[in-house]
Antibody, heavy 119, light 110 residues
């Protein structure tokens, strides 16, 4: 069974950079069949796709966040990471990591981690 | 403003049939498959329908999906109280080269 687990600070100050990591177990992150994604959800609002990375390091980002986002992968540790810079209160959300399969389905999700941007 | 358009709310009584619509464009729904996700309160979304109309193992056949042109629909028949959740449609967008979601529909079982 594939499992994804997010980790990182729950509170970050405005203008700083958010760093989150998603640990993948039960499947090889090196498999070329999947993309590894970050998705966020502000309280009471809908889902927003942030970006994705392949095991080879190829990335795609949401155009609205592209200038502030960096996603990287560490296959040796079976994990991938998100960095989001120049934070504002609008970045406060639950951040999920998820696996995207070859049919463009997010088939496995982490439980999500709440990140609050506040001084 | 979400790229895919869903009604913000829907409701029905137990046993009824409810449909939720999802409207997009030629660059997303019109050229790619649609998936639906169910999000129960306080939990992560779960894949409910994939490839427009396929159900993952374990999803009851009360749930069905369809797609026509640049729109898609999720139907839930024999509505049950445990179906009360938020439902999201999603697709890949070839113009934005990004994943896109609908704004979500909150289903209330009266």
């Amino acid at each position: 069974q594939v499992q994804l687990q997010e980790s990182g600070p729950g509170l970050v100050k405005p203008s700083q950079t958010l760093s989150l990591t998603c640990a993948v177990s039960g499947d090889s992150i090196s498999s070329g069949s999947y993309y590894w994604n970050w998705i966020r959800q502000p309280a009471g609002k809908g889902l927003e796709w942030i970006g994705r990375i392949s095991s080879s390091g190829s990335t795609n980002y949401n155009p609205s966040l592209k200038s502030r986002v960096n996603i990287s992968v560490d296959t040796s540790k079976s994990q991938f990471s998100l960095k989001l810079s120049s934070l504002t209160a609008a970045d406060t959300a639950v951040y999920y990591c998820a696996r995207l399969n070859s049919a463009y389905e997010f088939d496995y999700w982490g439980q999500g981690t709440l990140v609050t941007v506040s001084s | 403003q979400s790229v895919l358009t869903q009604p913000p709310s829907a409701s029905g009584t137990p046993g009824q049939r409810v449909t939720i619509s999802c409207s997009g464009s030629s660059s997303n729904i019109g050229s790619n498959t649609v998936n639906w996700y169910q999000q129960l309160p306080g939990t992560a979304p779960k894949l409910l329908i994939y490839s427009n109309n396929q159900r993952p193992s374990g999803v009851p056949d009360r749930f069905s999906g369809s797609k026509s042109g640049t729109s898609a629909s999720l139907a839930i028949s024999g509505l049950q109280s445990e179906d009360e959740a938020d439902y999201y449609c999603a697709a890949w967008d070839d113009s934005l080269w990004s994943g896109v979601f609908g704004g979500g529909t909150k289903l209330t079982v009266l």
